[in-house]
């Protein structure tokens, strides 16, 4: 968020400068936890795998990705709530439309019930996500009794 100033300068004040600075929010949390959820298999399974004679590929499909999955969706749903702060960001420092800007627009007015209707909007764009992200995560893990 930090560099968001640097981006807007660099790419311009079209969308693809926002789409960059989404992007460096939101990557890091879906990285990290997939690294982690991929280097975290029992080890007792992949010994199972090669002794069975599976391949790389095999492996990482019936053991290493259905392991991982939880992690990932973790980590997406953390970049959810990152990914929504990145575009205020982005719209805040270099736009002159969007909700961002209709912040800023509404702040400099001192018009307090825009800038609550603004974050109302930006609330429940926030909720529907997540409710889109937790269909998702339980269609795809399925297996998972937590989500139950």
């Given at each position: 968020?930090?560099?968001?100033p640097?981006i807007?300068?660099?790419?311009?004040?079209?969308?693809?400068?926002?789409?960059?600075?989404?992007?460096?929010?939101?990557?890091?949390p879906?990285?990290?936890?997939?690294?982690?959820?991929?280097?975290?298999?029992?080890?007792?399974?992949?010994?199972?795998m090669?002794?069975?004679?599976?391949?790389?590929?095999?492996?990482?499909r019936?053991?290493?990705?259905?392991?991982?999955?939880?992690?990932?969706?973790a980590?997406?749903?953390?970049?959810?709530?990152?990914?929504i702060?990145?575009?205020?960001?982005?719209?805040?420092?270099?736009s002159?439309?969007?909700?961002?800007?209709?912040?800023?627009?509404?702040?400099?007015?001192?018009?307090?019930?825009?800038?609550?209707?603004?974050?109302?909007?930006?609330?429940?764009?926030?909720?529907?996500?997540?409710?889109?992200?937790?269909?998702?995560?339980?269609?795809?893990?399925f297996w998972?009794?937590?989500?139950?």
């Amino acid at each position: 968020i930090a560099i968001a100033p640097l981006i807007i300068i660099w790419a311009g004040y079209g969308i693809g400068s926002k789409v960059i600075i989404v992007a460096l929010v939101a990557i890091f949390p879906v990285l990290v936890n997939t690294i982690m959820g991929l280097k975290s298999c029992d080890q007792g399974k992949l010994d199972l795998m090669r002794s069975l004679g599976a391949g790389r590929w095999e492996t990482f499909r019936t053991v290493r990705l259905p392991n991982a999955l939880p992690f990932i969706f973790a980590g997406l749903n953390v970049a959810i709530v990152l990914a929504i702060l990145g575009s205020i960001v982005g719209e805040f420092v270099g736009s002159k439309a969007g909700l961002g800007n209709l912040i800023l627009e509404a702040n400099f007015q001192f018009d307090v019930a825009r800038i609550f209707a603004v974050l109302v909007v930006l609330g429940v764009f926030g909720v529907v996500l997540s409710l889109i992200m937790r269909m998702a995560q339980s269609h795809f893990l399925f297996w998972n009794k937590s989500l139950s």
